[in-house]
């Protein structure tokens, strides 16, 4: 096939980023299905989540007692309380936690080797005491003065009221709750309230604790089914906005699964199998979301389900924009109990819902977060979590869209058009999307859009500024050229439209379903000469988007561990975009320089951990080693695949996994068993454990 060639490869490329339903019918619900098959309560008065939250907002302390040498383990973690006072936390009637006061000390053990590199790098980075021992475990250890123990079905010591040393608790408890109030995570009483509502028998715990540092402590057997260690620190540079001006942020020093396996696919606790909204954009940056979800419980009957959303976001000029929840209700209208804050929304259903039986739920939603950044002349919903959404593992929904904007603006959404329309001041769009995706983004703004058709495909390229019909036609046949090419070895292309809209900025690239974010060096790289260094490498940062369609889209990732199976597995293949349009040389250009990214980071952890990998004093540079392993060292590991087993045998794998986990989640131990398939039966798990998993590089000869 003949790629013409528009301007060289970018040396470093953009920063891609992260990037499934009955309210239409059984049908629907029962296709997804079929896709993804393929592969004691507390007396609190009301058992709401809002009851919940609002009792663990007012914990009381019980009678007090002396410490000396009481001992808490949970998982991982041991505690001990060598000396001090120590109290009952109580909610309602029950004890659920305990308060300390005095000299503690601590120990956690990371035992997962596969992750012995990056809790210490982190732990040096942010100055935490670790020793790696001989097994390839790591300890972490300190002391601490004070600590807030919050449990579920987890038994605790019991406190022997006596006399106690510095006088009552009550004040350094409020102290030590006022100190932690603004930590940026899930609220611990979202966990809470699930376990106790819904899995009481499942052990859970939250612990903040301070002394020789700040530290959090998390055990989740509910949803992620892991155990965490986090430092807790405060960023400088973000003091100008007032929502952060004490916030604390969690930083991960360890992660590990609990009573599963790292390399296998986590059953989500539910599943958002269908997306159906309408969105009003007001005056300003007014909006509002009328959000149909319909949900499938999957590990355990569930009455309370939890989903990331916005609490708000900072626009441009540092102000904080917010979503405001207005109502929840059920399919008949009732309403609903929920409880909404750092970015977390629980929600109660009036019974427990079965596994595999539907379950909907509606929104209303408003706010002032429809702003345009830099006041540009567009609004964007991105790859944050602007609608009530789980973990990449549970999100897999068809989505239908309407969207309503003031005229003369347009909307952008993924999916086939079922229309576009006027309504008085507004011009509607209307999509859909009909095969499960794990997100989608709406994007308006004052735009002139050139459409046409290559067969049965529909490629629209919509320029912020400059109308340039020739450059517009050149960026539909280049996409349409590459789609081609993609379409001989991965398959049909899975959408039957795609929208390539300019972004006004430089240097990135982004690849929601049906959809290219592109920045405008893409659309006049002549246009200045800053234009002309970001333009370099712009055939393969066209491809590399377009790949993502397959990458992250058709087969998708269930974690942020496995997030190279969308960016190196994109990346490799814009290489083979590159190999058929410069040939050879150009291809081995690519190679060489992942190498070199690589050999720069690959010290530093393996690829699994890259999306762990925080330097607080200098996240550029955490972001630089993100990009090195996933996908610098990702597309390096699939080349060296290619040249161990030939370009025939390397593109059949590719298209087998393509085809056998279309629409799926797929894993790497996954691939593994694919490549295997496709070599004869050779064992390619060591391959992976080594170069995946570890932090060796293979070797390719010339």
Not at 59 to 78: C, D, F, M, Q
Not at 380 to 387: C, D, F, P, V
Not at 527 to 542: A, E
């Amino acid at each position: 096939m003949n790629l013409t060639s528009t301007c060289a490869r970018q040396t470093k490329p953009y920063d891609t980023r992260r990037a499934h339903e009955p309210s239409r019918g059984t049908l629907r619900v029962a296709l997804v299905v079929a896709l993804l098959l393929a592969v004691p309560v507390v007396a609190i008065g009301s058992e709401s989540p809002v009851g919940l939250f609002d009792a663990y907002g007012h914990p009381k302390l019980g009678p007090a007692g002396p410490a000396s040498g009481e001992t808490v383990k949970i998982s991982n973690l041991t505690l001990k309380f060598d000396s001090g006072s120590i109290a009952p936390v109580i909610v309602g009637t029950e004890p659920i936690g305990l308060f300390f006061r005095g000299k503690g000390s601590f120990s956690y053990q990371s035992v997962d080797p596969r992750e012995s590199g990056i809790v210490l790098f982190e732990a040096k980075k942010l100055d935490r005491k670790a020793k790696k021992n001989g097994d390839g475990s790591v300890t972490l250890s300190g002391q601490f003065e004070r600590l807030y123990l919050m449990t579920g079905g987890i038994a605790l010591p019991e406190v022997k009221p006596g006399q106690i040393d510095g006088g009552p608790l009550a004040d350094a408890f409020r102290e030590h709750r006022e100190e932690f109030k603004n930590v940026r995570w899930t609220p611990p009483a979202h966990l809470i309230a699930r376990q106790r509502i819904d899995e009481p028998a499942s052990p859970v715990a939250v612990a903040l604790f301070s002394g020789s540092g700040r530290f959090g402590y998390v055990l989740d057997t509910i949803d992620a089914r892991e155990e965490r260690l986090y430092a807790l620190i405060t960023q400088s540079g973000l003091f100008d906005y007032p929502e952060l001006r004490d916030a604390l942020f969690p930083v991960r020093i360890s992660e590990q699964p609990v009573g599963r396996k790292r390399e296998d696919f986590l059953q989500p606790r539910f599943l958002l199998v269908d997306l159906d909204y309408t969105l009003v954009a007001g005056e300003k940056a007014e909006g509002k979301l009328s959000i149909t979800e319909t949900l499938l419980p999957r590990r355990v009957p569930q009455s309370v389900f939890r989903f990331d959303l916005l609490s708000g976001v900072w626009d441009s000029d540092g102000k904080y924009r917010r979503f405001n929840i207005d109502s929840v209700t059920d399919e008949s209208g009732a309403k609903l109990p929920f409880e909404f804050d750092h970015d977390s929304v629980i929600v109660r259903t009036a019974a427990k819902q079965p596994v595999d039986e539907p379950v909907v739920i509606r929104f209303e939603i408003s706010g002032d977060f429809l702003f345009r950044p830099d006041n540009d002349s567009f609004w964007q919903l991105g790859t944050e979590a602007w609608y009530p959404q789980n973990d990449w593992n549970g999100q897999y929904a068809t989505v239908h869209s309407v969207v309503k904007v003031k005229k003369p603006w347009v909307a952008f959404a993924p999916g086939t058009t079922v229309g576009r329309r006027e309504e008085g001041e507004f011009n509607v769009l209307e999509s859909l999307v009909e095969k499960p995706v794990q997100y989608t983004v709406v994007h308006a703004g004052r735009y002139l859009v050139y459409e046409e058709k290559f067969g049965d495909l529909t490629i629209r390229v919509a320029p912020y500024a400059i109308h340039n019909e020739r450059a517009m036609k050149q960026l539909a046949s280049l996409s349409n050229r590459i789609i081609r090419f993609y379409e001989t070895f991965l398959g049909p292309f899975p959408f039957k439209e795609l929208n390539i809209i300019e972004i006004n900025d430089l240097g990135f690239g982004q690849a929601p379903p049906g959809t290219m974010f592109i920045t405008r060096e893409a659309f006049n790289p002549l246009i200045d000469i800053r234009s002309r260094v970001y333009s370099k490498g712009i055939n393969q940062r066209f491809a590399h988007e377009i790949a993502h369609q397959y990458w992250g889209h058709v087969v998708k990732k269930g974690s942020a561990e496995e997030q190279w199976l969308s960016e190196a597995f994109a990346e490799y293949c814009s290489a083979l975009v590159v190999k058929e349009i410069d040939g050879e040389g150009g291809y081995n250009k690519l190679v060489a320089e992942w190498r070199g990214d690589a050999d720069r980071s690959n010290d530093v952890a393996s690829i699994a951990m890259a999306n762990r990998i925080a330097i607080p004093s200098d996240p550029g540079k955490a972001g630089e080693h993100r990009f090195d392993l996933l996908y610098s060292k990702g597309a390096y590991i699939l080349a060296a695949l290619r040249k161990e087993v030939g370009e025939e045998k390397f593109l059949l794998f590719l298209r087998n996994l393509q085809g056998q986990y279309a629409w799926r989640f797929v894993t790497t131990k996954d691939v593994a068993i694919v490549m295997q398939r496709i070599d004869g039966g050779k064992d390619y798990k060591p391959f992976f454990e080594r170069y995946y998993w570890g932090t060796e590089m293979p070797k390719m000869e010339k």
